[in-house]
């Protein structure tokens, strides 16, 4: 599936942008599927919304529940100070998340395609298992700003193994906010790490905390920073994401959608601990990539 040079510029720079990984119809099946699934999605009165800023992320209990289920969470901009909706709801999700590679049929079939599990094992992963998905629409002139983070922050083993496969569904340009990273920057220490609070005192929790761990500053993004490097890449681009590599999106201020689908993976071999906040129930462990679970 990749070859020799290709490995060896995912090894330098932390990230690999392989063109033509997924067909047209790929796309847009998964691109149907996705507006089916906010079609006929009911919010709760709690409206949850996925905040940019990873800083004072309030984790709630829906966010929790969609480690093993398929929830819709709203864009901050999409609602007013009331939890009103100020665009219609097709147009209002930040994203579907985090459990529908394995409950949903379009989703689950392209995500254990034999071939990803061919690029997992190209990049040196040690027994491949889908942990998490997510599909982001990136919405037009509200598509939110993503800050810059490592996503072994939020995703943690010991030792650290999670990769990140990032589908372009529509064509990423820095004008609808394309991702952009830094070249080699998975060679410097993970800086946080993202928990859970509410194993001992449920009252007192906030629900998840971030934990510093190294206090190197994460990448500026431009105009401010000049080490970070726009991925701009058509539909159908598969982008692979080493845990480590510090990334950043910006808000979309264009008229066009950037829709993307993002599986995380991390290896069967390493601890798991269970203060991550995504934790599925005994009866639904994670799937080694190759096969489409039964």
Not at 31 to 59: G, K, L, M
Not at 190 to 215: C, I, K
Request: with cysteine; aromatic share 10%.
């Amino acid at each position: 599936m990749l070859t020799s040079e290709q490995i060896e510029r995912y090894a330098i720079d932390g990230f690999l942008a392989i063109e033509g990984f997924a067909g047209a119809g790929e796309c847009s099946a998964l691109a149907d599927r996705a507006s089916r699934i906010v079609e006929e999605w009911e919010p709760s009165t709690a409206r949850s919304v996925f905040t940019t800023d990873e800083q004072t992320r309030h984790s709630d209990r829906e966010f929790f529940d969609s480690a093993s289920r398929i929830w819709c969470f709203f864009e901050e901009r999409a609602l007013d100070a009331d939890g009103n909706l100020l665009v219609d709801k097709a147009s209002s999700i930040n994203k579907i998340g985090h459990a529908q590679h394995d409950l949903d049929g379009v989703f689950r079939e392209f995500s254990y395609a034999p071939r990803l599990a061919e690029v997992a094992d190209a990049v040196g992963m040690t027994d491949p298992r889908a942990l998490q998905s997510m599909y982001i629409f990136k919405q037009p002139y509200i598509g939110g700003e993503v800050g810059c983070h490592q996503d072994a922050a939020f995703l943690y083993t010991d030792p650290i193994t999670v990769i990140g496969f990032w589908f372009a569904i529509e064509d990423a340009t820095i004008e609808n906010g394309c991702l952009w990273a830094a070249p080699g920057g998975h060679r410097g220490p993970l800086r946080q790490r993202f928990m859970r609070d509410d194993l001992d005192d449920p009252a007192r929790s906030q629900g998840t905390v971030f934990e510093a761990l190294d206090h190197t500053p994460l990448p500026e993004p431009p105009p401010k920073g000049g080490t970070l490097v726009p991925l701009e890449v058509p539909r159908g681009t598969l982008v692979v994401l080493n845990g480590l590599l510090p990334h950043w999106s910006d808000v979309n201020r264009s008229g066009k959608s950037r829709h993307a689908y993002t599986l995380h993976c991390i290896s069967g071999a390493a601890q798991y601990p269970d203060w991550n906040w995504l934790q599925r129930p005994a009866d639904m462990p994670f799937h080694p990539l190759g096969s489409v679970p039964a």
